[in-house]
């Protein structure tokens, strides 16, 4: 491999060898561009990788228009993206690479061997059958101070922290694709965020999504159902645009509070409504194929000599951590009332304290501001340089609408550079 410093000046620098970063080097090896590829880490991909772990979910077979309604407040940016570069576009992209895909029950599309691996290997394979240089345990510092080449309207050289110390490279154009800020071991660590400040590109905070609550739980409840399930429930919340929002799966108790998918789907009106009052509450069903008369008939039948928990579990099911959350949240005087207690049923109230750390995340909110990128992804403040994927500020629910989104931001700027070269 040719060291960077001695490659020519005419090299496309793509930096985060991420899903984002990497269709950026895709678009444009695939045009005829010469395209050094910089990474952090000792090798790319780690999240993607990480993703595959508990089944790769791609993209989803959704409509479109439901499906761009998953980007809630940035869908105006974000439905271009997906114009261009869809889920169909996605299942093509991995069926290109010998990868077929299936649609899920649920309507998410997977692998058919639910790996990442499989598609990663493929993918990296063609890259650099294109020629795409790959620079691992470079970690790009930023730009260096002089001038430099800022005199062809492109930024001075990219500094990077290599095990050869530090090292400079000069580019005809830059794609960032840095990832945001959750799993900063895998290598996205969102360290990128002054660098960008710093030179006139408005940055939203990054903040956690798609991720845990605390509830502060007595130790009576945490030491029997911490990691425990709840299975075949239903929320209800109030979304980010204030509409009531129900939706039903599965969520598990954790530790200090609650995680999984159910509960990632409402992290991000949980997480404003704690910011803006301290606390947010969701109501919860332990008995969504039933309806409210029904249980509050059940309830109410006559229990003889039998205890309350024997009766719930006898004649509605209840039990386990499901009963468990009833005598945790619900006063003496509340379990004492037939009527009370079959509301609680049907909608216990569980207030949420804090989201958990960004780093615990499935992914990250905030990011490279739409408003401060031009339609090809380039940052208005610093012609040449592009952005890519969860480092841009939008944000989604898991289902694979954040590797679509990733997919297709890549993409587009991989466009994008190919435009603003005259390509
Ligand atoms: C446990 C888990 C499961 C997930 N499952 C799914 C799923 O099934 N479906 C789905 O759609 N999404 C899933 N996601 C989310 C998805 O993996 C991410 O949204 C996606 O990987 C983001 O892609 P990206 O290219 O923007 O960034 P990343 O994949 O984070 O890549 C960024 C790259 O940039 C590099 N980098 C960062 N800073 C620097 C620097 N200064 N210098 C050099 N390199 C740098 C990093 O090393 C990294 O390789 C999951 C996430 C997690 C954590």
Not at 154 to 167: I, K, V
Request: hydrophobic residues 45%; contains cysteine.
């Amino acid at each position: 491999m040719q060291p960077p410093q001695n490659r020519p000046r005419h090299s496309i620098a793509v930096i985060g060898g991420g899903p984002a970063g990497l269709m950026a080097a895709d678009v444009l090896a695939s045009a005829g561009f010469s395209v050094d590829v910089f990474d952090a880490m000792p090798s790319v991909g780690r999240k993607f990788l990480l993703a595959g772990k508990g089944g790769l979910n791609l993209t989803h077979a959704e409509a479109f228009d439901p499906f761009v309604q998953r980007y809630a407040g940035r869908r105006a940016a974000v439905q271009p993206l997906l114009e261009s570069f869809g889920a169909e576009a996605a299942r093509a992209w991995a069926l290109d690479l010998g990868i077929e895909t299936f649609v899920g029950t649920s309507g998410r599309v997977f692998p058919k061997d639910l790996k990442a691996a499989p598609l990663l290997r493929g993918w990296l394979h063609r890259l650099r059958g294109q020629g795409v240089q790959f620079h691992m345990r470079h970690r790009w510092l930023g730009w260096a101070a002089e001038a430099g080449a800022e005199a062809n309207g492109l930024p001075s050289a990219l500094r990077f922290d290599t095990p050869n110390g530090e090292q400079r490279f000069e580019a005809r154009a830059v794609v960032l694709a840095l990832g945001g800020g959750s799993w900063s071991r895998l290598g996205s660590d969102g360290a990128w965020v002054p660098w960008l400040r710093e030179r006139g590109v408005d940055v939203a905070p990054l903040l956690p999504s798609n991720c845990g609550f605390d509830v502060g739980w007595s130790e009576y409840f945490r030491a029997r159902f911490a990691g425990a399930p709840l299975k075949s429930v239903a929320i209800d919340w109030t979304g980010t645009d204030g509409s009531p929002v129900r939706q039903s799966g599965e969520f598990v108790v954790t530790e200090g509070g609650v995680e999984g998918s159910l509960v990632y789907t409402a992290s991000a009106a949980l997480r404003d409504r704690i910011d803006a009052d301290g606390s947010a509450t969701f109501q919860l069903d332990l008995l969504p194929a039933r309806d409210a008369e029904w249980v509050a008939r059940e309830v109410a039948h006559p229990r003889g000599p039998r205890s309350l928990s024997t009766h719930l579990k006898t004649r509605l099911n209840l039990s386990g951590v499901k009963a468990g959350l009833l005598w945790e949240l619900c006063p003496k005087d509340v379990q004492a009332d037939p009527a009370r207690l079959a509301a609680a049923i049907k909608a216990l109230p569980i207030t949420v304290t804090s989201a958990r750390p960004i780093d615990e995340a499935i992914s990250s909110a905030g990011g490279v501001r739409f408003e401060a990128l031009d339609d090809g992804l380039m940052l208005r403040a610093l012609p040449g340089v592009f952005c890519a994927g969860e480092m841009l500020d939008w944000e989604a629910p898991t289902g694979g609408y954040l590797l679509t989104a990733c997919l297709a931001s890549g993409h587009a700027a991989g466009r994008g550079v190919q435009r603003w070269l005259g390509g």
